[in-house]
């Protein structure tokens, strides 16, 4: 009788696992395009001020975003055809859905960043009034960068998930410390931002306050994802 190890071990050697497993991977690849094109626009956003090419970023970041979302309907495909042990199907599915809600989150967020296209100006207003204000721009610059390396990281972790599982592991902790220094740099922007609320009007802090929230909550889904790496990588080891 084969032993559990050996088990996994064909559970995850076959031709039709090893196709998913590349899909998967691409996949993943696909999820940190569309948050570096994320990281573009709010550079261009909030530091160039461009919106007309915010709008061109934000039309490049949908495109990318159907392409995540087909990889992900093509890997449930070779799931449901088959692939994989009844014991990996259904986190190896979850997976990929809440890479692809990483992808949704970074979209919605870009929407409503594009729908507010006067807080560069109401910005701009404020910061001539109070040299805090200054810092805010250079601030979702930061959270830019930290989500982006956030995702790169998920991605490797997905990429290393059947072949190192050590390494899954070390990034799914690199995660939940990126998104906790995340975390950190929102909260005290918040602080900030209601500090200084009286050289905003009250639409704008509240519209900025969202914004904050939606940036936010993409390095969440990001660390969602990671809990499942690592809830997969000790069923492969197991």
């Excluded at 998967?24 to 530091?47: C, D, M, P, Y």
């Excluded at 449901?80 to 990929?96: C, K, M, Q, S």
């Excluded at 692809?100 to 207003?125: F, N, P, S, W």
């Excluded at 989500?147 to 490797?156: G, I, M, W």
Aim: negative net charge; contains cysteine.
């Amino acid at each position: 009788m084969k032993n559990i190890l050996t088990i996994a071990a064909v559970s995850i050697g076959g031709k039709r696992e090893r196709e998913a497993l590349n899909i998967l991977k691409r996949n993943a690849g696909s999820v940190a395009e569309v948050v570096k094109k994320f990281e573009e626009l709010i550079t261009v956003f909030f530091s160039d001020r461009d919106s007309r090419m915010a709008e061109a970023l934000g039309r490049e970041l949908s495109s990318l975003e159907t392409k995540a979302d087909k990889g992900r309907r093509e890997f449930l495909r070779i799931l449901h055809e088959g692939a994989f042990l009844p014991a990996f199907r259904g986190d190896l599915a979850r997976l990929a859905d809440r890479l692809d809600v990483v992808a949704d989150t970074a979209e919605g967020a870009m929407r409503a960043i594009l729908l507010r296209g006067k807080l560069t100006k109401v910005l701009r207003g404020a910061e001539k009034r109070n040299s805090k204000v200054r810092g805010f721009r250079a601030r979702f610059m930061k959270m830019a960068e930290l989500t982006t390396k956030t995702v790169d990281t998920l991605e490797e972790g997905v990429k290393t998930l059947a072949t190192d599982i050590d390494t899954a592991l070390k990034k799914v902790q690199e995660v939940n410390e990126l998104e906790h220094e995340i975390d950190m740099v929102e909260q005290g922007l918040l602080n900030d931002l209601y500090e200084c609320e009286k050289y905003f009007d009250p639409l704008s802090v509240v519209q900025l306050a969202d914004i904050l929230d939606r940036f936010e909550n993409i390095s969440d889904r990001a660390e969602d994802a990671s809990d499942l790496i690592e809830i997969i990588a000790y069923t492969f080891r197991a």
